[in-house]
């Protein structure tokens, strides 16, 4: 038996429960991972809130790091005793051990530590992703990140810093702007400001930016495509702040034939060979120093409820995990 949380319904923190639960065998094609950490993310908020709507009664939780305790038939990438992070599909990371997918679940390099991985995973290959298999992005072009000081902010921030590419933040306080130019941003303004669409524009001379990455959504939809230059690129890829409204197609047109996507990180995993490529660039980032990953927030798996009101009240920066064990 191990501990787990689930919810029963959706709604608010409240509805998170720690029950026991059984935890068998690996079947064909799975591992069970006892976990040392597991990550929070703002995916776990919408699939309690019910924006990402579950069967339930479900287990919680995207993100986890550990040690592989016993895998099934098929399985060749890992073995017993093995250092292990993922980010995965199906939910249920917040739990002492766990039998999930094993395609998904990387091999962790001795050089990071459980709570990294727990951190690092499903925020890093995001990043990944933005920069690297969503569209062409090359040193010397323009960013505009939003939420630059969360925790995928502040990975994208040193990760666009590594590659030469120039990164203007926003962030909701003069000093998380600070903290994302600690961290490699060229420029941070505060969203809160009135004009910061203008400031955008001036930091660009007017031409306005290559891609935007926005994972505020409503907020920030309309503002975002003012940013950008023609032809430019809206990377859509979160909902903080609420889902973006159904807009016209020709808006795109008039700003300037710009292009809008909203992709997921769980397409660009799904294959096994691809999520393994992405980890095992994320932790070469890291291991060489590139992107730190700054763990900022811990709270026990019996807390998780209070780290869901401290990530939707902002009050968290850079990476947060829940401790297990």
Same mark, same amino acid.
Not at 145 to 167: D, K, N, P
Not at 226 to 249: E, K, T, W, Y
Not at 282 to 305: R, W, Y
């Given at each position: 038996?191990?501990?787990?949380?689930?919810?029963?319904?959706?709604?608010?923190?409240?509805?998170?429960?720690?029950?026991?639960?059984?935890?068998?065998?690996?079947?064909?094609?799975?591992?069970?991972?006892?976990?040392?950490?597991?990550?929070?993310?703002?995916?776990?908020?919408?699939?309690?809130?019910?924006?990402?709507?579950?069967?339930?009664?479900?287990?919680?939780?995207?993100?986890?790091?550990?040690?592989?305790?016993?895998?099934?038939?098929?399985?060749?990438?890992?073995?017993?005793?093995?250092?292990?992070?993922?980010?995965?599909?199906?939910?249920?990371?917040?739990?002492?051990?766990?039998?999930?997918?094993?395609?998904?679940?990387?091999?962790?390099?001795?050089?990071?530590?459980?709570?990294?991985?727990?951190?690092?995973?499903?925020?890093?290959?995001?990043?990944?992703?933005?920069?690297?298999?969503?569209?062409?992005?090359?040193?010397?072009?323009?960013?505009?990140?939003?939420?630059?000081?969360?925790?995928?902010?502040?990975?994208?921030?040193?990760?666009?810093? !590594?590659? /030469?590419?120039?990164? =203007?933040?926003?962030?909701?306080?003069?000093?998380?702007? +600070?903290? @994302?130019?600690? $961290?490699? &941003?060229?420029?941070?303004?505060?969203?809160?400001?009135?004009?910061?669409?203008?400031?955008?524009?001036?930091?660009?001379?007017?031409?306005?930016?290559?891609?935007?990455?926005?994972?505020?959504?409503?907020?920030?939809?309309?503002?975002?495509?003012?940013?950008?230059?023609?032809?430019?690129?809206?990377?859509?890829?979160?909902?903080?702040?609420?889902?973006?409204?159904?807009?016209?197609?020709?808006?795109?047109?008039?700003?300037?034939?710009?292009?809008?996507?909203?992709?997921?990180?769980?397409?660009?995993?799904?294959?096994?060979?691809?999520?393994?490529?992405?980890?095992?660039?994320?932790?070469?980032?890291? !291991?060489? /120093?590139?992107?730190? =990953?700054?763990?900022?927030?811990?709270?026990?798996?019996? +807390?998780? @409820?209070?780290? $869901?009101? &401290?990530?939707?009240?902002?009050?968290?920066?850079?990476?947060?995990?829940?401790?297990?064990?």
């Amino acid at each position: 038996m191990v501990k787990t949380i689930i919810i029963e319904q959706h709604g608010g923190p409240e509805q998170f429960k720690l029950v026991d639960r059984e935890v068998g065998g690996p079947g064909p094609g799975q591992v069970r991972i006892r976990h040392h950490a597991c990550g929070l993310n703002f995916i776990d908020v919408y699939q309690r809130s019910g924006l990402y709507p579950m069967q339930l009664p479900h287990a919680m939780g995207m993100e986890g790091a550990g040690v592989i305790e016993a895998v099934g038939e098929g399985v060749k990438h890992l073995k017993p005793g093995d250092r292990a992070a993922y980010a995965s599909m199906p939910p249920g990371a917040y739990c002492e051990a766990r039998v999930m997918p094993a395609a998904q679940v990387c091999p962790l390099p001795d050089g990071l530590s459980f709570e990294q991985g727990a951190a690092m995973m499903l925020k890093g290959m995001t990043v990944e992703y933005l920069f690297h298999r969503t569209t062409p992005i090359q040193k010397g072009d323009s960013v505009l990140f939003h939420a630059a000081a969360g925790g995928v902010g502040l990975m994208a921030c040193q990760w666009a810093r !590594s590659e /030469g590419i120039r990164l =203007i933040g926003t962030a909701g306080s003069d000093e998380k702007c +600070q903290l @994302a130019l600690d $961290h490699g &941003a060229e420029a941070c303004i505060n969203y809160r400001s009135p004009d910061w669409v203008a400031q955008v524009r001036a930091l660009t001379g007017g031409k306005g930016v290559d891609v935007v990455m926005d994972a505020v959504g409503k907020d920030t939809f309309d503002g975002s495509l003012d940013c950008l230059r023609p032809l430019g690129m809206l990377i859509s890829f979160g909902n903080a702040s609420g889902p973006v409204p159904p807009f016209n197609l020709a808006t795109l047109a008039a700003k300037g034939s710009l292009k809008v996507t909203r992709p997921t990180l769980f397409t660009h995993i799904a294959d096994h060979e691809t999520c393994q490529a992405m980890a095992r660039h994320l932790f070469d980032k890291v !291991s060489s /120093g590139a992107v730190e =990953i700054t763990i900022e927030q811990k709270f026990p798996l019996a +807390q998780v @409820a209070d780290a $869901h009101r &401290a990530l939707e009240g902002r009050k968290t920066t850079g990476q947060t995990v829940i401790t297990v064990g």
